[in-house]
T-cell receptor
Framework: NAGVTQTPKFQVLKTGQSMTLQCAQD?????MSWYRQDPGMGLRLIHY???????DQGEVPNGYNVSRSTTEDFPLRLLSAAPSQTSVYFC?????????????FGDGTRLSIL | AQKITQTQPGMFVQEKEAVTLDCTYD???????LFWYKQPSSGEMIFLIY??????QNATEGRYSLNFQKARKSANLVISASQLGDSAMYFC????????????FGPGTRLSVLP
């Protein structure tokens, strides 16, 4: 059982370039989220999805797009990379039902924008 | 306003001693859940323990326990018998609502266990 898989693990971009961070989960979880982690700030929610075809903005959505065409995949697109988007990005999935269901995280993507 | 506050940026503890990592939260929702995650230097996020707002007893998971004081809105993590492998970042997080998807994380506490 692979859990949540993020690719790539590392990426260096130039300012203005675009790219897509991939996230896939094989646990049939309805909920998926993208976070960015910056020093001293914990994890901040970028976008999330409660099911295929449904997405919504989190705390820091500007500069990012998402789509959810299948339950398994939730890609994050950087439209025009900026140095402020240098960060570690985590994808997470959660089964529905609330309560004590924790989020399952991928291993993260370390992104540097030059 | 910060929904999750972790006031200890860094903590040191001697191996085999117990340590408490502080977490206070802010919510007006009567239904919420509190989570603690560990992030070792390798970077992955590891779920440790959960406490629901309606739970009557403090949660425990092995060497981890949660000191839940609802009236004070605090959910401190207690690690007993610290081990060198406990050195990591620790994040407190809150999920509001019965089935909400919004998890809010605190800034984290870096714990260093000394031999």
């Amino acid at each position: 059982n692979a859990g949540v898989t993020q690719t790539p693990k590392f990426q260096v971009l130039k300012t203005g370039q675009s790219m897509t961070l991939q996230c896939a989960q094989d646990m049939n979880h309805e909920y998926m989220s993208w976070y960015r982690q910056d020093p001293g700030m914990g994890l901040r929610l970028i976008h999330y999805s409660v099911g295929a075809g449904i997405t919504d903005q989190g705390e820091v959505p500007n500069g990012y797009n998402v789509s959810r065409s299948t339950t398994e995949d939730f890609p994050l697109r950087l439209l025009s990379a900026a140095p402020s988007q240098t960060s570690v990005y985590f994808c997470a999935s959660t089964p529905p039902g609330g309560g004590g269901q924790p989020q399952h995280f991928g291993d993260g993507t370390r992104l540097s924008i030059l | 306003a910060q929904k999750i506050t972790q006031t200890q940026p860094g903590m040191f503890v001697q191996e085999k001693e117990a340590v408490t990592l502080d977490c206070t939260y802010d919510t007006s929702d009567p239904s919420y859940g509190l989570f603690w995650y560990k992030q070792p230097s390798s970077g992955e996020m590891i779920f440790l323990i959960y406490q629901g707002s309606y739970d009557q007893q403090n949660a425990t998971e092995g060497r981890y326990s949660l000191n839940f004081q609802k009236a004070r809105k605090s959910a401190n993590l207690v690690i007993s018998a610290s081990q060198l492998g406990d050195s990591a970042m620790y994040f407190c997080a809150m999920r509001e609502g019965g089935d909400g998807q919004n998890f809010v994380f605190g800034p984290g506490t870096r714990l260093s266990v000394l031999p």
